[in-house]
Structures are given as structure tokens and as C-alpha cells.
């Protein structure tokens, strides 16, 4: 059962001297999955943002989230242009953990806020290329995860051939992605600091700036195109503006190939969606999995002439693309796949 406001207050209260909680609200910006969260505030004003998990799962990703906070000092925070939660204290509670962390006020990001918004689109380019541009002895030096780009490459291999065991992947999008993972040129990058897990709403707006952003946990070093698949669904100009905003203030080249690694991302998250529905034994996200997949193989039909990369093997016809849709294996329902 969800905690009530009062009772995340009260955990504040108990944890923290001298806070005396005076009104409490909805967390709006909350991207963490089984969480428990509300805005406390006191008699002063201070607001401050409490997160406790209900799985074990959201457990460790708030652990994890509280070690990268750690890891983002105030000399990090210094170069950043936009605010970084601040980890205030880490409280017991049972087998979990209470996070207790500072407020940072905005709205969570969405695409239609991009629409004829340039002045955004470049505030979101500078923010993503300053996390980019800290050094990576940020995360190394805080024992947080490194990926080299065959890390990164071994770690899609194995989400495609994961999801292939499944017959539940379309024939033509696995051999799309399967192409895209053996060709050599596309793994040439160079890692960096990334934030990990960044999406539209990991980004606060107000007015035209990134006021800040949340969501922390996944914080590495790694595939700097990681951060930027989000913004494959923008629109052209959106895209434009906020890579264009990207590129400028990165000190080296960006490799040519980063925005087709993000398309791949974001493509082949929709299997990850469909081994987290797997996992969690949930027919309702295998179903959304396997209507994405749908939508995807139209796509590809229709975009036959735009490869992930211009290939070192062959783009599909559309009756090539047809061949293999009869080759996928029918898909069974959840129910049938055993405990």
C-alpha cells in the first residue's frame, strides 16, 4: 500500500533535526517506478523531496541514485548549467532505504514543448554536452560503472538475442538491429560521462532553460549517444536545434555516427520493455511491447531507403521485409510461458 503524505512527513521529521514539516504535495516530477514520494515543506520555506521504494528493485535503484548525488560534488555542480538534486541524508527504513534529498523546482520536459521553442531546444544541446565534458574520473572515481564501446556493444547484442529467444521479435527488426550491431564503424566512439538513463522528463524546463535534471541512478561512463535517444521522437527542427546546440559545445568532434547508435537505443528499447513485461510476468507490457514492435516493423517498411547505418549489409525490400514477417514464430500468449 502506497505511504500517505503524513507518513513521509513524518519519516522527514524523525530523520532530520530541525526539519519541522508544515505542508507536504504531490512529487510531479518523480521518475522512479515504485516509489513513494512527496515535496515536504517547512515554516521556513524549504522544500525538500522524499523517495521510498516498494520493490526491491526500486530499492537498489535509489541506493544507486544516492551514490551518484554523492559522486556529483559541489565542484561538479559548479560547471554544470542547470541544478543537480542534492542528496540530504539516507535514512533506514526496514529492509530499504528513505531518500531525502533537495528540492529542484521545474517542469518535467515533453516533445510538444519543443514545437518552435529554439531558445529550449539549445538550452537542452548545452545541458546534455555539459555532462558530457566532465571528466570521467566523476563517475570512475566514485566506483560507479564504465563501459567501453565494446561493453556497450556486447550489452545490445545480448538485449537482441535475449528478446529473439522470446518469438516475440519480429523477424525484420532483429535482422535490422543484428546488422546495425555488426557493423564495426558504428562502435567507434570515444566514452564519456553520461547521465544513463535520460529521458524527456529527466530534464526540468522553465521558461526556455533547463532549470535541472533529476534521475540520477545509471550515472557512468559510457555511449555518449545513450543520452541523446530520447530525442530521436522530436520532430526534425527540435532535433536539429538541440544536436546543433550539442555539438557546438563539445570540445571534441562528435563521432558521425552518434545519432544513429541513439536510434538503435531507442528502437531496441522496446525490447527491453518486452523481457522488463517477461520478468514482472505482466501481460499488459508484453501486449504494449508487441503493439510497438508492430508499429516499428511499419516503419521500417516504410523507411526501407534509411538504414540505422549505411550498411555493410543489404537494406530489406519491401517483399524481403514481407518473407520474414512469415518467418516470425506466432506469438503465445504470457499465460503460456512457464513459471
Given at each position: 500500500?502506497?505511504?500517505?503524505?503524513?507518513?513521509?512527513?513524518?519519516?522527514?521529521?524523525?530523520?532530520?533535526?530541525?526539519?519541522?514539516?508544515?505542508?507536504?504535495?504531490?512529487?510531479?516530477?518523480?521518475?522512479?517506478?515504485?516509489?513513494?514520494?512527496?515535496?515536504?515543506?517547512?515554516h521556513s520555506g524549504v522544500c525538500i523531496?522524499?523517495?521510498?521504494?516498494?520493490?526491491?528493485?526500486?530499492?537498489?535503484?535509489?541506493?544507486?541514485?544516492?551514490?551518484?548525488?554523492?559522486?556529483?560534488?559541489?565542484?561538479?555542480?559548479?560547471?554544470?548549467p542547470f541544478e543537480v538534486p542534492a542528496?540530504?541524508?539516507?535514512?533506514?527504513?526496514?529492509?530499504?532505504?528513505?531518500?531525502?534529498?533537495?528540492?529542484?523546482?521545474?517542469?518535467?520536459?515533453?516533445?510538444?514543448?519543443?514545437?518552435?521553442?529554439?531558445?529550449?531546444?539549445?538550452?537542452?544541446?548545452?545541458?546534455?554536452?555539459?555532462?558530457?565534458?566532465?571528466?570521467?574520473?566523476?563517475?570512475?572515481?566514485?566506483?560507479?560503472?564504465?563501459?567501453?564501446?565494446?561493453?556497450?556493444?556486447?550489452?545490445?547484442?545480448?538485449?537482441?538475442?535475449?528478446?529473439?529467444?522470446?518469438?516475440?521479435?519480429?523477424?525484420?527488426?532483429?535482422?535490422?538491429?543484428?546488422?546495425a550491431i555488426d557493423n564495426d564503424g558504428?562502435?567507434?566512439?570515444?566514452?564519456?560521462?553520461?547521465?544513463?538513463?535520460?529521458?524527456?522528463?529527466?530534464?526540468?524546463?522553465?521558461?526556455?532553460?533547463?532549470?535541472?535534471?533529476?534521475?540520477?541512478?545509471?550515472?557512468?561512463?559510457?555511449?555518449?549517444?545513450?543520452?541523446?535517444?530520447?530525442?530521436?521522437?522530436?520532430?526534425?527542427?527540435?532535433?536539429?536545434?538541440?544536436?546543433?546546440?550539442?555539438?557546438?559545445?563539445?570540445?571534441?568532434?562528435?563521432?558521425?555516427?552518434?545519432?544513429?547508435?541513439?536510434?538503435?537505443?531507442?528502437?531496441?528499447?522496446?525490447?527491453?520493455?518486452?523481457?522488463?513485461?517477461?520478468?514482472?510476468?505482466?501481460?499488459?507490457?508484453?501486449?504494449?511491447?508487441?503493439?510497438?514492435?508492430?508499429?516499428?516493423?511499419?516503419?521500417?517498411?516504410?523507411?526501407?531507403?534509411?538504414?540505422?547505418?549505411?550498411?555493410?549489409?543489404?537494406?530489406?525490400?519491401?517483399?524481403?521485409?514481407?518473407?520474414?514477417?512469415?518467418?516470425?514464430?506466432?506469438?503465445?500468449?504470457?499465460?503460456?510461458?512457464?513459471?
Amino acid at each position: 500500500m502506497a505511504r500517505t503524505h503524513l507518513t513521509l512527513a513524518a519519516l522527514v521529521s524523525s530523520a532530520m533535526d530541525g526539519f519541522s514539516p508544515a505542508a507536504s504535495r504531490d512529487y510531479a516530477s518523480e521518475i522512479h517506478d515504485d516509489v513513494d514520494a512527496a515535496v515536504i515543506e517547512d515554516h521556513s520555506g524549504v522544500c525538500i523531496v522524499v523517495e521510498v521504494p516498494r520493490t526491491g528493485s526500486a530499492d537498489a535503484e535509489l541506493r544507486a541514485e544516492a551514490r551518484a548525488l554523492d559522486a556529483i560534488t559541489a565542484g561538479v555542480r559548479s560547471v554544470l548549467p542547470f541544478e543537480v538534486p542534492a542528496k540530504i541524508q539516507q535514512a533506514k527504513v526496514g529492509d530499504g532505504i528513505a531518500l531525502i534529498s533537495s528540492f529542484v523546482p521545474g517542469i518535467p520536459l515533453t516533445s510538444a514543448m519543443l514545437r518552435g521553442r529554439a531558445s529550449l531546444c539549445v538550452s537542452i544541446g548545452q545541458a546534455t554536452a555539459a555532462i558530457h565534458e566532465l571528466p570521467t574520473s566523476v563517475a570512475t572515481s566514485a566506483g560507479l560503472p564504465s563501459m567501453s564501446a565494446m561493453d556497450a556493444r556486447l550489452q545490445i547484442r545480448e538485449v537482441v538475442a535475449r528478446a529473439r529467444q522470446t518469438n516475440m521479435l519480429p523477424a525484420p527488426l532483429a535482422v535490422r538491429w543484428e546488422a546495425a550491431i555488426d557493423n564495426d564503424g558504428l562502435w567507434q566512439f570515444e566514452p564519456v560521462v553520461v547521465h544513463g538513463s535520460f529521458t524527456a522528463d529527466a530534464l526540468l524546463v522553465q521558461g526556455d532553460s533547463v532549470s535541472g535534471v533529476i534521475g540520477w541512478h545509471a550515472l557512468r561512463v559510457g555511449d555518449p549517444a545513450r543520452d541523446l535517444n530520447w530525442l530521436v521522437n522530436a520532430d526534425d527542427d527540435a532535433r536539429t536545434g538541440v544536436y546543433d546546440a550539442y555539438a557546438g559545445i563539445r570540445l571534441q568532434s562528435v563521432d558521425p555516427n552518434l545519432m544513429h547508435r541513439a536510434n538503435l537505443y531507442n528502437e531496441i528499447d522496446v525490447a527491453r520493455w518486452l523481457l522488463h513485461g517477461i520478468d514482472k510476468k505482466s501481460p499488459a507490457i508484453v501486449d504494449d511491447a508487441i503493439a510497438m514492435f508492430d508499429q516499428l516493423v511499419t516503419i521500417v517498411v516504410s523507411d526501407r531507403d534509411e538504414p540505422i547505418i549505411e550498411p555493410d549489409a543489404d537494406v530489406l525490400d519491401v517483399n524481403q521485409v514481407e518473407d520474414l514477417l512469415d518467418e516470425t514464430p506466432v506469438y503465445r500468449p504470457l499465460g503460456t510461458i512457464s513459471d
